[in-house]
């Protein structure tokens, strides 16, 4: 009974340990956003100007 209980413990804080280190290396990464100018997934409309926001798809 004990070896099991030592054995769940080791995996919950090898687990948790994953986690943290997963969710500091994502904090640390440089996310960036593509301009909406340059997003070839958003199309205009025919009859706007450039000030118009653009239509979704």
């Given at each position: 009974?004990?070896?099991?209980?030592?054995?769940?413990?080791?995996?919950?804080?090898?687990?948790?340990?994953?986690?943290?280190?997963?969710?500091?290396?994502?904090?640390?990464?440089?996310?960036?956003?593509?301009?909406?100018e340059?997003?070839?997934?958003?199309?205009?409309?025919?009859?706007?100007?450039?000030?118009?926001?653009?239509?979704?798809?």
């Amino acid at each position: 009974m004990k070896v099991i209980l030592v054995v769940a413990v080791i995996i919950i804080l090898a687990v948790l340990l994953l986690a943290v280190l997963t969710t500091s290396k994502a904090y640390t990464v440089k996310h960036t956003v593509d301009p909406l100018e340059n997003n070839p997934n958003i199309l205009k409309d025919e009859n706007s100007t450039a000030d118009d926001e653009p239509l979704q798809k």
